[in-house]
């Protein structure tokens, strides 16, 4: 922006500079062209008197003291004879020798021919010849100025262009900036209004922007915790009930399960106090996976389901936290035992390519049959259908995606793409 400010005000001035000295420029060749030749005009005139007289020594002495003014003169007697420096009778002089006084173009310069009447054997011609030279005398200076003053003057516009638009872009910059803060969740940057008035006033917008995004977004986490703080009293209610049944297997199975609620409620408060902006995860999808289906393995069982699972044995990497992870796979998983009948195959792959990790989760089950399930709140049984927007909101958090497909059983498949951790150095 600031080269293209800069261009445009100093196109500006050259076309002004331009369109100003081209025809100052010719009038003062004009000028000094007038000039000289009305100049030797008068002194040719003033010899005319002399010339009137017919003496011709008189004229002699006049001729010699004007040779002073550097044009060279000369006077053309009727008789053929011609006194001053030589020239000859051309047709400019055969017509002033009519009585036509009259000024004529000649090769190097201009002859200006004054006809002197009333003389002894007719009319004499007075010769004064201006050369190119003698007439733009000075107009090369002049000119000289003229582009000095005109480049003075463009240097001195572009510099000045140029300091105003790094002001402008400099504001613009930090506005940007600004900008960028408030989208990348630093709800906290401002700065100080400035420069141009409107400017200012985006300046002073995007900081009560920010303030009230920040304003909000505090109000909705606290909302949203103290919510979920109060599912801890029917919790407390639920373990000691609990605890109360006589078969020890059902209590510490139904108290496991209170446990993995509270855990997950502790989980929501921690998430919904987090800050919007926070450093970016990492995570060995392995291990988080494997825990998982390990959890989920014992419901498969119970239920006659095959479950295949394919992890690799080393760490992979993933821009997730742990629990946005688990709750991701316990998303899928739990969709698979919610829509697909009991003793239907599961599958469960996780594989890093292409510099990304894919979590893919196959069944047998009857497939999503062309519904936009991707969309919030749609759903194939009576659910909240937020468990797949979950999943591609965590998935899109990392820069990655969710894809919806067909398993080889020919149920549903949905791969879940997680970006990686940026390299040392990367940017993330």
């Not at 003169?73 to 020239?87: E, I, Q, Y």
């Not at 900081?207 to 919790?235: F, K, M, V």
């Not at 959890?295 to 069982?301: C, G, P, Q």
Request: net charge positive; charged share 25%.
């Amino acid at each position: 922006m600031r080269r293209h400010i800069t261009l445009l005000v100093a196109s500006t001035v050259v076309l002004v500079l331009v369109a100003f000295l081209v025809p100052l420029s010719l009038l003062v060749r004009d000028v000094a062209r007038t000039r000289t030749l009305a100049a030797a005009n008068v002194r040719a005139q003033a010899l005319a008197p002399v010339v009137a007289a017919g003496d011709r020594a008189t004229v002699e002495v006049a001729l010699q003291q004007t040779a002073s003014s550097g044009y060279p003169m000369t006077v053309l007697w009727p008789d053929g004879r011609f006194s001053g420096a030589p020239a000859d009778r051309d047709a400019g002089v055969r017509l002033a020798e009519r009585g036509r006084s009259l000024t004529v173009d000649t090769p190097g310069g201009r002859e200006i021919l004054v006809a002197v009447l009333g003389g002894r054997g007719g009319t004499a011609v007075i010769r004064a010849f201006v050369t190119d030279r003698q007439m733009f005398a000075g107009v090369g200076r002049a000119w000289a100025i003229l582009a000095g003053l005109a480049a003075g003057l463009l240097a001195v516009s572009v510099l000045v262009a140029d300091r105003l638009a790094r002001s402008l872009v400099r504001r613009i910059t930090k506005l940007a900036a600004l900008a960028k803060g408030i989208s990348t969740g630093d709800l906290e940057a401002r700065i100080e209004p400035g420069g141009p008035p409107e400017i200012r006033d985006v300046t002073v917008g995007l900081n009560e922007l920010a303030g009230q995004i920040d304003a909000l977004l505090s109000r909705e986490r606290e909302q949203a915790a103290d919510l979920s703080h109060r599912l801890r009293t029917p919790l407390t209610v639920l373990r000691l009930e609990a605890e109360t049944l006589r078969d020890p297997a059902e209590a510490g199975r139904i108290g496991e399960q209170v446990d993995v609620l509270e855990r997950t409620v502790t989980e929501l408060i921690n998430t919904t106090r987090r800050p919007v902006r926070a450093e970016a995860p990492c995570t060995d999808a392995t291990a988080v996976v494997a825990e998982r289906v390990r959890f989920w393995s014992v419901l498969a069982d119970e239920q006659d389901r095959r479950m295949d699972m394919r992890i690799p044995s080393g760490p992979l990497l993933v821009r997730v936290r742990a629990e946005d992870l688990s709750a991701c796979l316990d998303a899928l998983l739990g969709n698979v035992f919610a829509h697909t009948p009991e003793g239907g195959a599961m599958g469960v792959a996780l594989e890093a390519r292409s510099g990304a990790v894919y979590l893919t989760v196959d069944d047998a089950g009857p497939g999503f049959g062309g519904r936009h399930l991707l969309r919030r709140g749609v759903s194939t049984a009576s659910s909240t259908g937020l468990g797949l927007d979950i999943v591609r909101r965590t998935a899109e958090a990392s820069h990655g995606s969710l894809q919806l497909g067909e398993s080889p059983a020919g149920g549903a498949r949905v791969m879940v793409r997680f970006g990686v951790p940026p390299r040392d150095g990367a940017p993330s």
